[in-house]
């Protein structure tokens, strides 16, 4: 009994599995969000001067806003702003009990505001 001599590899069922793949691979990329926010960047020397005067806003573990320590809504940022110098210095304070939803909203308004000078400021541990 003679063996039948093998004259190739049968790639067809390979190339089914590969463009099963792609397939899925392409599906999942569809669900990927890009959109961003864009952060400044964070450094020590990057620090405002102590001797100007910055506004603040200050998140509470609540999801209240407060400008300057005093009570505010969110639709309230902007008619507060509309006079200030864009390049003024803002702090943002928040500590961990802090939400981060009405942080991401108070970045993006002041962004859309086009004020170019923020800082985080935030608790340490000790």
């Given at each position: 009994m003679r063996l039948k001599k093998i004259e190739g590899i049968n790639i067809i069922p390979f190339i089914d599995i590969m463009l099963v793949l792609l397939v899925i691979v392409l599906m999942e990329a569809t669900f990927v969000r890009t959109d961003a926010l864009t952060l400044p960047q964070s450094s020590a020397d990057?620090?405002?001067?102590?001797?100007?005067a910055a506004l603040s806003f200050s998140i509470t573990k609540d999801g209240q806003l407060l400008f300057e320590g005093q009570a505010i809504g969110f639709d309230e940022v902007a008619s507060k702003l509309a006079t200030i110098d864009k390049n003024?210095?803002?702090h943002i304070l928040g500590d961990s009990q802090s939400r981060l939803q009405e942080f991401v909203t108070l970045l993006g308004m002041l962004q859309?505001?086009?004020?170019s000078n923020l800082s985080i400021i935030t608790e340490t541990k000790q």
């Open positions: 990057n620090a405002a001067p102590s001797g100007t003024a210095p803002i859309n505001l086009q004020m």
